[in-house]
């Protein structure tokens, strides 16, 4: 029963630092002027983390998946994502756009599209950001 428990609470616990990490990752990108258009938008069996608009001239439509680490005892948060996890953020913007609508019923914008990542150190420890979070943001994700 103990073991059950602690699984629970660990299941319970990342949710709640990815949707911490997630939350901060709008935020950022907002301090940066963008339009956070939705999030956690389930799309077939994937979903997207955040979907954004970057102003321009040229105005982007920006796929966004957020990775949240708490330590480094697992690597970095950009460590985890491979391109198996690229190729479904792209597969989700295709089902997206083919789609042609927010899950709130706005169109989507004529734009161009890509693919970023947001990556949340939550407890670096070492650099300025000692203590967390830091925030890196990778952008224009290329499938392989």
Same mark, same amino acid.
């Given at each position: 029963? &103990?073991?059950? +428990?602690?699984?629970?609470r660990l299941a319970r616990s990342?949710r709640a ?9 709008a935020?950022? +990108?907002?301090s940066l002027?963008w339009?956070v ?12 983390d955040?979907?954004? +608009?970057e102003p321009?001239p040229p105005?982007w ?10 330590s ?9 994502v491979?391109r198996?996890?690229?190729?479904? +953020? ?5 089902g ?11 169109a989507l914008p004529a734009?161009p ?9 939550d407890?670096? &420890?070492i650099g300025?950001r000692?203590?967390?979070p830091?925030?890196?943001h990778?952008r224009?994700?290329?499938p392989?």
């Amino acid at each position: 029963m &103990s073991e059950r +428990l602690d699984a629970v609470r660990l299941a319970r616990s990342r949710r709640a630092s990815g949707e911490r990490g997630e939350r901060l990752a709008a935020a950022y +990108l907002e301090s940066l002027g963008w339009t956070v258009l939705a999030t956690r938008v389930r799309v077939a069996r994937d979903e997207i983390d955040v979907l954004a +608009l970057e102003p321009g001239p040229p105005a982007w439509v920006v796929v966004v998946e957020v990775r949240t680490r708490s330590s480094g005892r697992y690597g970095s948060p950009e460590e985890s994502v491979d391109r198996r996890k690229v190729a479904r +953020l792209y597969r989700a913007a295709a089902g997206l756009r083919a789609i042609g609508v927010l899950p709130d019923g706005r169109a989507l914008p004529a734009h161009p599209w890509r693919v970023d990542l947001v990556a949340v150190d939550d407890a670096p &420890s070492i650099g300025p950001r000692a203590g967390g979070p830091a925030i890196r943001h990778l952008r224009a994700l290329e499938p392989r």
